[in-house]
């Protein structure tokens, strides 16, 4: 299936979007420090001790999946490990660092439609036969 003129132009924005924001928060909040409270979500949740490395190992993972998802390369598994990462960060948060959030709420409604986005891109211009293959 060929994607609409319309699918043309918003695909590669949602690529960006999607690729932007894993990188945002792998370097800027995570390596260069830039959200602190970040780093007090990891320590909270792996321990005082591993806080700097944990936020520093997680800043680099995002920033990969942001080049990942930027590549285009496995779109629908791309997008599967991104939600999978989103839940498993999204629900140690709420459980066990609640109080650092700005918004529990607000944090899953942004994550839903962030994913909501990541999956359209993912299922988009691809064949019902080969959703995985590499475009």
């Known amino acids: 299936m060929n994607p609409t003129p319309v699918m043309s132009i918003f695909l590669p924005i949602a690529r960006f979007l999607i690729s932007s924001i894993w990188i945002f928060h792998g370097l800027y909040s995570k390596l260069l420090g830039g959200i602190p409270r970040h780093e007090a979500i990891v320590g909270r949740i792996l321990g005082e001790r591993f806080a700097h490395p944990g936020t520093m190992v997680i800043g680099v993972l995002e920033i990969c999946l942001g080049v990942w998802a930027f590549t285009g390369w496995r779109k ?31 944090m899953v409604a942004f994550n839903a439609a962030f994913l909501l986005i990541v999956w359209w891109w993912a299922l988009s211009a691809t064949t019902p036969a080969a959703p995985f293959r590499t475009p």
């Open 76 to 106: 629908v598994y791309c997008a599967a490990v991104q939600t999978a990462a989103i839940f498993a960060m999204n629900i140690l948060e709420i459980l066990i660092a609640r109080d650092l959030l700005l918004s529990a709420a607000g």
